[in-house]
């Protein structure tokens, strides 16, 4: 009797995309009761990337998949399921984003569509592909994460800001048969009592669209920036632990940590109770603020680019968001080096 062969999902490349448009510290010091010196000092942030008036979260999600299809050597017809990240799709109901992604790339009749995890989408996607692969449903995966998170941002609140910029990053998963190149193991989680943290009251069942929305700014992010820092931090060192725990993995042989890029004092505190050196820790929040569900690919992309992703090196990706959700992953980089 044959047996089947194990299949393993691998990630085999990294593509991103940030707009033109800069919007620094300076320029925010004009729009809200804020200077440079405190956002830097609370956030690390020095800058974040705003897309164009007509340029929407699809427009930049393509550009990242055409860079990540192009340098994974695979080509479009061999891609079975084009799935994207984002909590400020192109619309609000439908068309999904991944649908409008899948036209303007030019990738027709294969499952497309959206899932919504806020800052941890990258993370839920990658577990989305890995079940579809491993179960033997679909051979190569399109993942995207990609926000125009100006969209959502209230630009005279300088709680919230400050901190959100916008842009995209694709990543495309394959499978393979060598076990040597899969995600090693990958966790996802959630909490919805913490939902109030993080959330864009309208539009939605609970608040449609309607006058009353506007006056109020329901629109707008809201966020409770202290209990989610302080949560953030627990979560994201406890999510580590327990992955390198189980697969026995120590912090110190991790070459490449790539945390959720919300905030450099997150990222420092988990970084030291990890006890990881500058080196290990990927650090992009300066240049682009919070991306949302672009955070970590904008961070693998940057990474890549400038050579210091090789082929075949560990990766461990931590994120929390929205939800509140949660997610990490071990996984080898299966593609080429620059
Ligand atoms: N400029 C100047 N002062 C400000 C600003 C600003 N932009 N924003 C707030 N302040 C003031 C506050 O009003 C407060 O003043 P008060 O003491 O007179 O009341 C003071 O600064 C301190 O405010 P805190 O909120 O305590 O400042 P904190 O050090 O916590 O920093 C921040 C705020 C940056 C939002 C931080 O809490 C944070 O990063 N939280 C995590 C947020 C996060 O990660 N969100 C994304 C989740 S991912 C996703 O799914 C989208």
């Known amino acids: 009797m044959s047996q089947t062969k194990p299949v393993y999902a691998s990630f085999r490349s990294i593509g991103a995309y940030v707009p033109e448009k800069i919007l620094t510290n300076a320029d925010l010091e004009k729009m809200v009761d804020t200077t440079d010196e405190w956002i830097l000092k609370r956030t690390g942030i020095k800058e974040r990337h705003i897309a164009a008036e007509d340029e ?188 390198l725990a189980k697969n026995e993995i120590s912090a110190d042989e991790i070459p490449h940590f790539i945390p959720h890029q919300a905030n450099y004092r997150i990222i420092k505190a988990v970084g030291d109770a990890l006890k990881m050196t500058e080196e290990q820790v990927v650090v992009t929040v300066g240049k682009y603020g919070n991306t949302s569900a672009a955070s970590i690919p904008m961070a693998l992309n940057d990474i890549w680019e400038s050579g210091r992703l090789q082929e075949g090196e560990l990766m461990l990706l931590d994120t929390f968001g929205g939800g509140l959700t949660w997610a990490s992953a071990l996984l080898p980089f299966a593609g080429k080096s620059k």
């Open 56 to 243: 929407y979260t699809s427009d930049m999600a393509a550009k990242a998949c055409e860079l990540a299809i192009e340098r994974s050597g695979i080509a479009k017809d061999e891609i079975d399921l084009v799935i994207c990240a984002t909590v400020t799709p192109d619309y609000f109901n439908m068309p999904s984003t991944a649908c409008i992604i899948s036209d303007k790339i030019g990738i027709r009749d294969v499952q497309a569509f959206d899932i919504s995890a806020a800052c941890s989408g990258f993370v839920y996607l990658l577990s989305v592909a890995k079940a579809f692969i491993e179960s033997g449903m679909k051979k190569n995966v399109l993942i995207v994460g990609a926000e125009k998170f100006s969209s959502i941002v209230d630009y005279t609140d300088r709680t919230t800001c400050i901190l959100f910029g916008d842009g995209a990053g694709a990543a495309m998963i394959s499978a393979t048969s060598n076990k040597a190149e899969g995600i090693i193991d990958l966790h996802a989680s959630a909490d919805g009592s913490y939902a109030d943290f993080l959330v864009t009251p309208a539009p939605g069942s609970v608040n449609p669209v309607s006058q009353k929305v506007l006056d109020e700014g329901l629109q707008y992010v809201q966020m409770k920036g202290n209990e989610t820092f302080k949560l953030a931090v627990k979560t994201l060192t406890k999510d580590v632990k327990e992955i």
